[in-house]
């Protein structure tokens, strides 16, 4: 899955990005519009390594490193890899899981972008006719945020018993670039804008195949493992 995905924002120009999975405080959290006393670090229960060093909790973390590596040139890049919340093990958390993270910045780059990236995307990995929907939410380093949902994967959109019975299925976070993030990247905010979106891979898998919960995919219960064939 995380091929495929990779696959896709390659034919639309993004570049990958590598990021390190222990980070800094500093990108993890502070660069990205969350001081200490923040209110949304309450979202995210973190591994502390030291004061100043997590197990990152989010692909986000190495948004402002892909923009200090090209500022001041447009960037186009995702950011694939593991994430790590210190949390319940449930059918719908794990204390690790599999991100991608979207980052495009330039002079011309617009909320329409987004949508058309995002709409792309989904028709490339759940369909040609799957449609998508935004609805305005908040996350501390976009502005506007929104969050991203696709017509049901069983029903078409029809409404059912799957997942959330509304006909729609959230599928990610997205946004244009805050401001402040821009200017932490090296780049500014009044002559260029930036869109970014972070999307989880097993729960795109399970959107797929219907396959069970998240924690499945770290048992290598071989029951599981061999519907991939």
Known sequence: ????????????GFSTFESPHAELDEFNFELLNMPPDHPARDMQDTFYLSERTVLRTHTSAGQVRAMRAYAPR?????????????????TRSEIQFHQVEGLMV?????LS???GVLLRFARQVFGRDQRIRLRGSYFPFTEP?????????LCGGRGCRGWN???WLELLGAGLVHPVVLQNGGYDPSAVRGIAFGM?????????????GIRHFFQND????????
């Open 1 to 12: 899955m995380l091929r495929e995905v990779e696959r896709v924002f390659q034919e639309m």
């Open 106 to 110: 330039g002079p011309s780059v617009r």
């Open 113 to 115: 972008d987004l949508k």
């Open 74 to 90: 447009p960037v186009r890049v995702i950011l694939p890899g593991l994430c790590y919340r210190h949390e319940n093990i449930t």
């Open 222 to 229: 071989l029951r599981f493992l061999r519907q991939f064939r």
């Open 145 to 153: 945020s929104v969050e991203v949902d696709i017509r049901c994967t």
């Open 165 to 167: 019975n509304r006909g």
């Open 200 to 212: 989880g891979i097993e729960r795109m898998v399970m959107l797929l195949h219907g396959s069970g």
